[in-house]
């Protein structure tokens, strides 16, 4: 619909003697579509043109006339009102699906360099539920970028060294050396870790020995080096089966502990110079000028934390890997952190933190409230992936009676992971998901198990008919029409996702597509038809399949042909 857009705007430039993007910046959409597919404001240009904003409208409806993009062009009060020709529409919408085929919607190749940060693991720590949502959200960002364009490289930052490892080793080594089970021990580790924090509530004094754990670890112990790697590969060693099993793929992976030493030169430079200062033997920066709290960069110890190696690491992107921009896709429980370390980078004269961007989304939570590793009231990922695939198995084999328990299983998982991932997507950024596993599993709905069997249900039709008949017919009724108008809208729905950082646009769009072939689907006649309607709806069905496909497949979701 983009090209309909340009040539209104283009048309009413000529008459008001405006420039393009300032017309196209106020076309909207009609929220009733008897009043239009596209409405113009005029009392916007009623003070330069003195003239009532219903005169303008009326005096441009006048003047201008129907050609091959419009069909009807009259004005109602202060709005100009543009009907598309449904008939250019569809031809030419069609047309394009089904010779870009998966590059329908994909912008045009751009000279800027993306890095998405995400997932982020803490090692030693279990991957639960609200893992999944960062794992979910950035690599469905990493494919909007690539898709529109943009040379994008998708990055993991893992925390594998910090006060939650000296926890998990200072517990090992008090009472579990040696007793560690054959198998899952990333997943034993994160238990260790939510008994350590309990112990050490219990009894302060082990902070102390926790804290000496730390500062030996940062020091290069020998002993505790070995341990800490050894332990650390467990927990990679896990983090790496759940990215295989969610098909998430990692360009380059970071490490708090390849940033520390970098970080702590960069922080005692600071401090040379005067733009941080010790403050009750902690080195930190006064950000309260700025309307933020003083920002801690390195501990009275001289242990790290993470701000000082977030810094070294803001330095490690832009040098090396030559980037444009930094997105961070981390939690909004560390929005302020954030805020404060992008200042510091600007105060320290780094000139690229206007180009560093944090996403934060919000939480997700049990029906029962929040989690918490230290808590242990945790869904880990691996108990929630084998209870979804366990249900979507029998609900399939209830279904498919005739299908072999291999077909079964290869399809309950497509149906479980895009139920999971979708899950974590479809809501915007700022809502905290409550996660519900039947609900997120239902072919009823906004869930991905419908949408996936709109596919499967297009793709079923196709099997069915034969030869198309290479004059096809015109598509005139509404459902075809609303059906064509919303693939129409596929490639400008990509770039306002990726405008606003949201992949949820994308599976909201997908749904009302998904919505919109259903109601086509329920009320025209496809494979009885007459020729050459009948070839002209088996060519819609086959565009409404490949746009549901190249949608899913920027969330991250694949498109089984059965369900």
Not at 66 to 92: C, M, Q, R, T, W
Not at 125 to 152: C, M, P, Q
Not at 321 to 338: G, M, N, P, R
Not at 388 to 409: P, Q, V
Request: charged content about 30%.
């Amino acid at each position: 619909m983009d090209l309909f857009k340009q040539q209104i705007a283009k048309i009413i430039s000529n008459y008001l003697n405006a420039k393009i993007q300032e017309i196209l910046s106020l076309i909207e959409v009609p929220p009733d579509s008897s009043l239009g597919d596209y409405a113009f404001p005029c009392f916007v240009f009623a003070k330069e043109l003195k003239k009532n904003p219903n005169e303008i409208a009326k005096d441009l409806s006048n003047k201008i006339k129907p050609n091959k993009f419009l069909s009807k062009i009259e004005s109602k009060g202060p709005y100009l009102n543009f009907f598309v020709n449904n008939s250019y529409l569809a031809d030419l919408t069609i047309k394009k699906i089904m010779s870009e085929k998966d590059d329908y919607g994909k912008g045009d190749i751009k000279k800027e360099k993306v890095m998405i940060e995400f997932s982020q693991p803490n090692t030693h720590k279990e991957f639960h539920i609200g893992h999944l949502r960062n794992v979910a959200l950035g690599d469905s960002l990493v494919k909007i970028f690539s898709f529109n364009g943009y040379k994008t490289i998708s990055a993991n930052y893992i925390g594998d060294i910090g006060n939650h490892v000296a926890k998990c080793i200072w517990i090992y080594l008090k009472k579990y050396k040696g007793k560690e089970p054959k198998t899952n021990k990333g997943a034993w580790l994160g238990r260790l870790y939510t008994e350590a924090t309990k112990l050490i509530e219990e009894n302060e004094n082990f902070k102390d020995e926790v804290q000496a754990i730390q500062k030996k670890l940062e020091e290069g112990d020998k002993n505790l080096t070995k341990i800490w790697k050894d332990t650390r590969d467990w927990s990679l060693q896990e983090f790496n089966l759940i990215y295989n099993l969610l098909s998430v793929k990692f360009e380059i992976f970071f490490y708090e502990s390849e940033e520390e030493k970098e970080g702590k030169r960069i922080v005692k430079e600071l401090l040379k110079n005067k733009i941080a200062e010790l403050s009750e033997g902690a080195v930190i920066i006064n950000l309260e000028e700025y309307n933020l709290p003083i920002f801690l960069l390195l501990k009275k110890d001289g242990t790290s934390l993470y701000s000082t190696k977030d810094i070294a690491l803001a330095k490690t992107k832009f040098t090396k890997f030559k980037i444009d921009k930094s997105v961070y896709v981390v939690a909004d429980e560390q929005k302020l952190y954030f805020q404060q370390l992008f200042k510091t980078l600007e105060i320290i004269g780094f000139k690229q933190a206007k180009d560093c961007y944090h996403l934060p989304y919000a939480l997700v939570m049990l029906e029962s409230g929040k989690m918490s590793s230290r808590e242990g009231n945790i869904i880990k990922f691996s108990d929630l992936y084998n209870e979804t695939l366990n249900f979507s198995i029998n609900e399939t084999a209830k279904r498919h009676k005739d299908w072999d328990h291999k077909k079964i299983e290869n399809i309950s998982q497509k149906i479980c992971l895009g139920a999971l991932k979708f899950s974590m997507i479809c809501q915007d950024t700022n809502k905290v998901i409550i996660f519900n596993k039947e609900k997120s599993l239902s072919f009823e709905g906004y869930t991905a198990p419908y949408i996936q069997y709109s596919v499967a249900r297009a793709t079923s039709i196709l099997k069915s008919s034969n030869k198309l008949n290479k004059k096809p017919g015109l598509l005139n009724s509404i459902y075809e029409q609303n059906l064509i108008k919303k693939l129409s809208e596929f490639p400008q729905i990509v770039i306002k996702a990726k405008d606003q950082f949201k992949p949820s646009i994308i599976s909201q769009y997908t749904y009302e597509l998904a919505q919109q072939f259903n109601e086509f689907y329920h009320n025209c006649q496809v494979l009885k038809s007459e020729e050459p309607l009948r070839s002209s709806r088996l060519i819609l069905v086959m565009s409404t399949k490949q746009v549901l496909e190249n949608a899913l497949s920027l969330l991250g979701i694949e498109s089984p042909t059965e369900m």
